[in-house]
């Protein structure tokens, strides 16, 4: 079992950078895809970006791409969200999520998720 833990949100300017970290516990870290997820009030849950097992591929929403950066540390137990150019409309609550496949996280199928933090972009 993997429990999952978000942190790093705020508010930042339009424009601006944040960067959401996901601690993740167990000793099984590496055998997990991950993602990121997104929801806005009023929204549905959106994918947002995944990795593989050991980070070698990514996938990224096309409202995320080149602006979106998500990557790994499966020695830290660690999954980092690096965002720069935040807009407004990428205001939503973040959630860090955990699965057996990447193509399933993509999907909008996993196994574990967190809390959530909740990042709040001003114009």
């Known amino acids: 079992q993997v429990q999952l833990v978000e942190s790093g949100g705020g508010l930042v300017q339009a424009g601006g950078s944040l960067r959401l970290s996901c601690a993740a516990s167990g000793r099984t870290f590496s055998r997990y895809a991950m993602g990121w997820f997104r929801q806005a009030p009023g929204k549905e849950r959106e994918f947002v970006a995944a990795?593989?097992?050991?980070?070698?591929?990514?996938y990224y929403a096309d409202s995320v791409k080149d602006r979106f950066t998500i990557s790994r540390d499966n020695a830290k137990n660690t999954m980092p969200l690096q965002m720069n150019s935040l807009k407004p409309e990428d205001t939503a609550v973040y959630y860090c999520v955990a699965g057996g496949l990447l193509r399933r996280i993509v999907a909008g199928v996993y196994d574990y998720w967190g809390q959530g933090t909740q990042v709040t972009v001003s114009s």
């Open positions: 990795i593989s097992l050991n980070g070698d591929i990514t």
